[in-house]
């Protein structure tokens, strides 16, 4: 074995080691709560391209808005719409970037998803 193949079978057992187990859906969850800090976490970090998803367990109809969405529609990121009671609010992937969010309905509540690029390791 090539010391690069070396580095390379674990990169690849890294990424499996990394990966959720098999009860865990592979995307990131956020729960919203009804108090603070209203997005469970309230700041998330994820790589290109990693499914998010909202669960909303609360009695309250919330968005997920991304903030650009208040000021330029074209600088509008996501927007769930309604997430209803029991709802969910799922997105395939963001580009890597820094998004504020707040729900419309309620914006004291606010989070954060921080989109790193995968494409470029962060620890070697
Ligand atoms: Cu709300």
């Not at 729960?31 to 997005?39: D, K, Q, R």
């Amino acid at each position: 074995m090539t010391s690069r193949m070396i580095i390379l079978t674990g990169l690849i057992l890294g990424l499996f080691s990394a990966w959720p187990t098999a009860a865990t859906p592979p995307y990131t969850a956020i729960i919203i709560e009804s108090g603070s800090p209203y997005f469970v976490p309230k700041s998330v970090t994820v790589s290109t391209g990693s499914p998010i998803k909202w669960e909303n367990p609360t009695a309250a109809e919330h968005t997920v808005t991304h903030t650009g969405c208040l000021e330029d529609g074209d600088q509008c990121a996501f927007d769930s719409g309604l997430v209803l009671p029991n709802g969910t609010f799922a997105l395939p992937g963001l580009a890597p970037g820094r998004y504020p969010y707040i729900c419309r309905i309620h914006p004291i509540m606010r989070g954060v998803i921080t989109v790193t690029d995968s494409s470029v390791p962060s620890q070697l």
